[in-house]
């Protein structure tokens, strides 16, 4: 009887405390940041130590994932090559066209960006979140809100900067909302992720014409990131009675299960 | 001889903690769902009882939402003590310490830490996907249970008999 009610005792303190944590973390204060950040700084060495470890287990994996779709993909890019050629003998012209207007009317080239490498040393992908961990933070000029980009495109946008580490919501996060455009017809929408962990182009609306194969883009309305950058392609749309927006889902360019190296982009 | 036991699988656990986000989250891009600090809390609350063991949950707990950080700190730490205090309940209730009962238990808790977590998370308006919930419901607990096999071996090692749980019933004499 008395061990029972010392275990009782003990559980509800534990449940006590987990709410006062729970509703602390749900406001949001700085206490709560500040020790996540903490925590990142204090667990960085030996988590990139064990992701280095475990690393080629994972690229196992995924070599053998990419074996197994290898013939399908071939076909794809065989189709995407042929359709490739054809557009660049145009765009070379539109280039040297591009150029010329440019000079005529005194407009520069776009600037590049100044990024930052960083090396993924962690994955957190539950029911609930898409997120990695970087070995970058506040120490080499990453802050919060800052867009993450691999060579295929958007990844995703910093969420928590610590001292030697960051943490980024990919674009598949049921949290994540980033402002984008369909790059052919230059309609803006929001790129989310959805609980299916698809991601999706919403508040399009119904009349507007989209087709299948349609790139989306950042638009220059984030505070961040930067313009332009690559999304992904819409893969279907549909639309439901009750809606005024098309229910758009976009295959991302990023291959999320084969992140290693990422830029972040400070500017 | 016991304290020694409870640091060492402490320590354990928190290898486990650090496993669990530098390479096992990184499976779920593949579906394959493993909860190590699940099935390590359970494991140490069968053999060091409920109170440490979920001492050891609500521990493991905060620093994975700490450390993973977007979602609400406190919620995996409630959901890992509460899923050490049942398991340990289980055994005190008369479930015998064989390796079928252990199964059982690391199938039920699974199932009860995934709806508790996820009815925490809808409380705080977090939009559940049912779809995926019950495709999780389906295969996390036949991950865990493929863990146990590795995971309860391992923290019994070194313990006298008494621990002994199931995976060699006969005493070498």
Known sequence: ?267 | MKLTYKVLHFFILAACLILQIAFVENLKLFSVNFDLILVTVVAISLMDGVIFGAFCGFAAGILLDLMTGGGIVGISAFAYAASAFIAGKLIEAGLKQRILSFTFIIFLVTEINLILVSVIHYLFNFNIAISELGLELLVKPVCNIILMLVIFPLIRIGMHREYVIGFNNKEKT
């Open chain 1, 1 to 267: 009887m008395g061990k029972n009610f010392k275990n009782l005792i003990v559980l509800g303190i534990i449940i006590v405390l987990c709410l006062v944590i729970i509703t602390v973390s749900f406001k949001g204060s700085d206490l709560t940041k500040g020790v996540k950040v903490k925590t990142l700084d204090f667990f960085k060495p030996v988590q990139e130590k064990f992701f280095l470890f475990f690393h080629p287990v994972a690229n196992f994996i995924n070599s053998t994932r990419d074996y197994l779709n290898l013939r399908e993909k071939i076909k794809i890019l065989e189709k995407e090559n042929s359709n490739l050629r054809k557009d660049y003998s145009e765009n070379i012209n539109l280039k040297i066209e591009n150029n010329a207007l440019r000079e005529l009317l005194g407009v520069k080239l776009r600037k590049d960006y100044e990024t930052e490498l960083a090396k993924v040393i962690g994955f957190s992908m539950g029911e609930l979140q898409s997120e990695i961990t970087l070995n970058k933070g506040t120490n080499d000029g990453v802050l919060e809100g800052m867009g993450v980009v691999n060579e295929d495109g958007l990844v995703g946008a910093v969420i928590l900067s610590a001292g030697n580490s960051c943490r980024v919501k990919l674009i598949n996060d049921p949290r994540s909302s980033i402002g984008a455009r369909i790059l052919s017809s230059r309609v803006l929408g929001m790129v989310e992720g959805g609980n299916d962990k698809k991601i999706y182009l919403n508040y399009i609306p119904k009349e507007e014409i989209v087709f299948r194969g349609d790139v989306i883009i950042t638009s220059e309305y984030g505070k961040l990131l930067p313009s332009e950058i690559l999304v992904g392609r819409i893969k279907s749309t549909a639309g439901s009675a009750g809606s005024p927006y098309k229910e758009i889902e976009i295959e991302p360019f990023v291959d999320f299960k084969e992140l290693e190296y990422v830029l972040i982009i400070k500017g």
